[in-house]
């Protein structure tokens, strides 16, 4: 798997950052971590490349049916691993799953206006 961080092009800001020793990631036996601080503990966490991330996502959220939401898949997925487009493709995952968007909760965004009047 370091090898295909090596070759994957969304992590090459990551591992100019490693090289300068910034923004949280360093290298480890030639693996690209990140290290966090989540609720006062330090985690580090592997960088996922791309080729990886739709099966993480898929097990991540649909852990046991449950279904997990956005804001759960994200959670759980952040304790362990991280990659640039983590939130934005949770959000996608669990935006484009059929068994989410029938679960999804109705908001006001999602009314239609009523057009016209009632006539007695």
């Known amino acids: 798997m370091a090898d295909e961080q090596h070759i994957d092009e969304t992590l090459q800001g990551a591992f100019h950052l490693a090289s300068q020793n910034k923004g949280g990631y360093f290298l480890r036996n ?3 971590f990140h290290r ?6 330090t985690v580090e966490r592997l960088v996922v490349p791309k080729g ?7 097990l991540a959220h ?3 049916g449950c279904h997990l939401g956005i804001r759960r898949t994200k959670q759980r997925i952040g304790l362990n691993f991280t990659w640039p487009t983590v939130v934005a ?3 996608e995952h669990c935006r484009c799953r059929e068994v989410c968007q029938r679960r999804a909760p109705f908001t006001y965004r999602d009314r239609v206006p009523i057009v016209g009047g009632w006539s007695l």
């Open 30 to 32: 030639g693996f690209l």
């Open 36 to 41: 966090i601080k989540i609720l006062g503990n």
């Open 52 to 58: 990886r991330r739709a099966e993480l996502l898929q």
């Open 62 to 64: 649909d852990q046991l």
């Open 89 to 91: 493709d949770v959000v």
